[in-house]
């Protein structure tokens, strides 16, 4: 390090003590008077993937507190969700507009504006297109720096190499444009494709403190999803042997070194910086477990009733979907869901629906008349929706317009016949034709000549779908004797669908619990989700939030988490144990 770095590091030091967290919870008026910034990188900024989105969005008004407009999220242009999560507008930060101004120069397509959550958050966005043109270039630099190439048609490396580049380009140009006077600027960077921006700026040697957090490293990932004893030979894999055999080699490369090439590198769970140490061979220096913002849900008093109105817009679902098999009592219905990202292995899904194949011969043995509705919510290629699905839905509104509008007349008439000094009967009341009309709707409503479907949408290429085969081995068709029936929703729930119209968050309302049963789980934010409304959930001791919770919770069962063992059990005793928290755990 030179003397000048170490005048600089020292200056900071002196800078920063005495200073508490809570005092530094300002709006930014600390970090603004001694020059800090933050520049936070991710694909999933403004750009909904997975859970890293979750995670950015969850921790930004507590990072808008310390750092003000100090705080810059940067990440790639996707104009479908930028037209609902970004007010565009122009940079006020001199700096900044500078820096984003010399970019444009270059032909680079770069938006500007504040993300539309909670903090409201100004955001960097790169349009990666409109530098493809120095993929090559940028290629070049990067062996020639770090001895990692990537393959020309794997074109995710190739956007995150060129985001990457980018990334770089915009720290140094900031730097330059902030000027010669003291300034101390960290960059975070979440996962392996934002992990070449960490990497040149380090080879670039630019004047900025560097972060590394793996969410889940990539090797990982793939080697659970290949169905190996995993947890269980960390220390036997031939790591560059079997990142080569899955065609990840240039990825793992590329994650590897941005671990090693961070001043500090975090993960978000034990188990994962268990993996972590292993496949990575670099001990996180700080586990930083995800959070929520448990205010958002903080309504304790309200939770039964939001229970119970979003309850009632499933119920009216299951009416339309299940009409002409509707012969089960709602009040004796329980909902149960599992969803996240479509990693059939990974999240558990296959043994999530063994289990269910399990409880419903539990149930249909002791005869019991409690019917578990399980729904699927893993988003995958569609064609277009289920036709039946469809008509479920439009025959159960038609006799529920019916009803409705026969109550308003039926009303009327009574009222009608007490002004006159009569006493209302049936006869007089309800006529021919509308018992006529009623005769109608209830004909449509129970001709129906197949099973109701398993899946709400034509799902692409659905003979080797693995859901879709893995219920159809366990014989799961929505059968009148079946106790446990199964729903397929192969998209992300939203307010607008003309089937489910529900957004996650109030569909996780109105079920009874959560089941989450994963393999490989970083940290899970889905049993989270559920905890913090009140829902029960089941989790794995696989999991980073079920390993927070045996080790931080005494009971985790008395707070509504049960955490099955997949670990130190055998896949049939796990998927045992399962079925018997499900049947028994409400």
């Not at 586990?287 to 009733?305: D, R, W």
């Not at 599992?338 to 005869?367: P, Q, T």
């Not at 529920?400 to 009327?412: A, C």
Request: net charge negative; charged share 20%; proline share 3%.
């Amino acid at each position: 390090m030179s003397k000048g770095k170490i005048k600089r590091a020292a200056s900071t030091l002196r800078a920063l003590e005495g200073i508490t967290f809570e005092s530094c919870l300002d709006e930014g008026n600390h970090c603004y008077d001694i020059n800090k910034w933050l520049i936070e990188v991710a694909w999933e900024v403004a750009n909904k993937v997975g859970g890293i989105y979750t995670v950015i969005r969850s921790k930004v008004p507590t990072t808008k507190l310390e750092f003000g407009d100090n705080y810059i999220a940067v990440g790639p242009l996707n104009e479908a969700q930028v037209r609902t999560e970004v007010e565009i507008k122009e940079p006020e930060i001199g700096a900044l507009r500078s820096t984003i101004n010399a970019m444009r120069s270059q032909g680079i397509g770069v938006v500007y504006g504040n993300w539309l959550i909670e903090g409201y958050p100004q955001v960097v966005l790169f349009d990666v297109k409109t530098a493809m043109w120095r993929l090559a270039e940028w290629k070049a630099e990067m062996w020639k720096s770090t001895h990692i190439g990537a393959p020309d048609m794997d074109f995710e490396a190739n956007n995150a190499i060129v985001f990457g580049f980018l990334v770089t380009w915009f720290i140094g140009e900031f730097l330059h444009q902030l000027g010669s006077e003291p300034k101390y600027v960290i960059s975070h960077f979440h996962e392996w494709n934002a992990g070449v921006g960490l990497m040149m700026a380090r080879m670039r040697q630019l004047d900025v403190a560097t972060i590394f957090t793996t969410h889940a490293t990539l090797l990982g990932r793939y080697l659970c999803a290949g169905h190996c004893d995993f947890y269980n030979n960390l220390d036997n894999f031939n790591l560059d042997k079997e990142a080569g055999d899955r065609g990840i080699y240039h990825r793992y490369c590329i994650e590897r070194a941005s671990a090693h090439c961070a001043h500090v590198f975090t993960t978000v769970s034990q188990i994962t910086s268990y993996e972590a140490d292993h496949l990575l061979k670099r001990k996180p220096d700080i586990i930083t477990p995800n959070g929520l913002s448990v205010k958002k849900f903080s309504a304790l008093h309200e939770f039964q009733n939001l229970h119970a109105l979003s309850k009632e817009k499933i119920n009216n679902f299951i009416r339309g979907h299940f009409y002409g098999h509707y012969d089960f009592d709602l009040d004796k219905t329980l909902y149960i869901f599992s969803a996240g990202r479509y990693e059939f292995s990974n999240k558990g899904v296959d043994m999530f629906i063994e289990s269910l194949a399990r409880l419903n011969h539990k149930l249909k043995s002791a005869n019991s008349d409690m019917t578990v509705i399980a729904f699927l919510i893993f988003p995958t290629n569609t064609a277009s929706f289920n036709v039946e699905s469809l008509k479920g839905q439009a025959i159960s509104k038609q006799l529920r317009e019916t009803v409705h509008n026969l109550q308003n007349e039926l009303g009327k008439r009574i009222y009608e016949a007490c002004l006159k000094g009569d006493l209302p009967h049936g006869d007089t009341i309800l006529g021919n034709e509308d018992i006529i009309e009623l005769k109608k709707c209830v004909y449509t409503s129970i001709q129906r000549h197949g099973l109701p479907p398993i899946c709400t949408h034509n799902v692409v290429d659905d003979s080797v779908d693995p859901i879709l085969c893995a219920l159809r081995k366990c014989q799961l068709f929505n059968n009148r004797y079946d106790r446990v029936k199964v729903i397929f929703h192969p998209e992300f729930l939203k307010s607008t669908s003309p089937l489910l119209a529900m957004d996650y968050e109030e569909f996780v309302r109105g079920c009874h619990m959560g089941v989450f049963p994963s393999y490989y789980e970083p940290w899970g934010y889905t049993p989270a989700e559920c905890t913090v409304m009140g829902i029960p959930s089941i989790t794995t001791n696989l999991s980073g939030f079920g390993c927070f919770m045996e080790e931080h919770i005494t009971d985790p069962d008395t707070y509504g988490i049960y955490i099955v063992d997949r670990r130190f059990k055998s896949a049939d005793e796990s998927c045992e144990q399962l079925a018997q928290v499900s049947c028994f755990g409400f």
